[in-house]
């Protein structure tokens, strides 16, 4: 689900009544409930990303490739011909009972220069953001940590791909 925060997808669900559209993060918010319960999720809808300069990037800390994620970071940004952020979305699996957008560090780097400095205070603002949870796979301390290594690894894979040298 984080790629599909970042990417500002929308859901369709259908039930008896017909068929609504929802943004990802408020589906995520209200699956379960009574509003959805009798729902069947039919349709995934990503909007074409519009501009140049931009980057995304996926991070994933598991056993394998295949297990279930320890934590998992989406990251994509937009910087302008200065190397100014335009805007910048950080989505963070496996530390909450559902994917989480990192939405005051996200506001933070907007209007910023993307450079090391930018980055390394984004991974730590987001460590910062996150109260993760204490399970068999991991402690929460371990997973706060893996956040911010992961957000910078992200960071640092857009900042590559929107063309800007750290």
Same mark, same amino acid.
């Given at each position: 689900?984080?790629?599909?925060? $970042?990417?500002?997808?929308? $859901?369709? $669900? ?9 943004? $990802? ?9 009574? #509003? ?7 349709? *995934? *809808?990503?909007?074409? =990303?519009? &501009? ?9 800390? #598991? /056993? ?10 989406? @990251? &994509?940004?937009? *910087?302008?011909?200065? #190397? ?6 950080? @989505?963070? &699996?496996?530390?909450?009972? =559902? ?9 933070? !780097?907007?209007?910023?220069? !993307? ?12 460590? /910062?953001?996150?109260?993760?949870? =204490? ?8 997973? /706060?940590?893996?956040?911010?290594? %992961? ?11 929107? &063309?800007? @040298? %750290?």
């Amino acid at each position: 689900m984080t790629p599909l925060l $970042v990417l500002d997808a929308v $859901v369709v $669900v259908a039930n008896a009544k017909g068929r609504r559209k929802l943004p $990802v993060a408020e589906y995520l918010a209200v699956r379960g409930t009574k #509003g959805l319960r009798q729902s069947l999720l039919v349709e *995934v *809808v990503v909007p074409a =990303t519009k &501009g140049r300069r931009c980057g995304w990037s996926f991070q994933k800390l #598991g /056993r394998t490739a295949l297990d279930i994620s320890v934590v998992n970071v989406a @990251a &994509g940004l937009q *910087v302008d011909g200065v #190397g100014r952020i335009q805007w910048a979305r950080i @989505a963070l &699996g496996a530390v909450a009972a =559902t994917a989480i957008r990192a939405g005051a560090t996200e506001e933070n !780097l907007r209007g910023r220069t !993307l450079n090391a400095q930018a980055v390394s205070e984004a991974a730590e603002g987001v460590m /910062r953001e996150v109260s993760p949870i =204490t399970d068999v796979r991991a402690s929460a301390a371990y997973r /706060r940590e893996m956040c911010r290594v %992961l957000t910078r690894r992200a960071l640092e894979e857009c900042a590559i791909q929107a &063309g800007c @040298a %750290l």
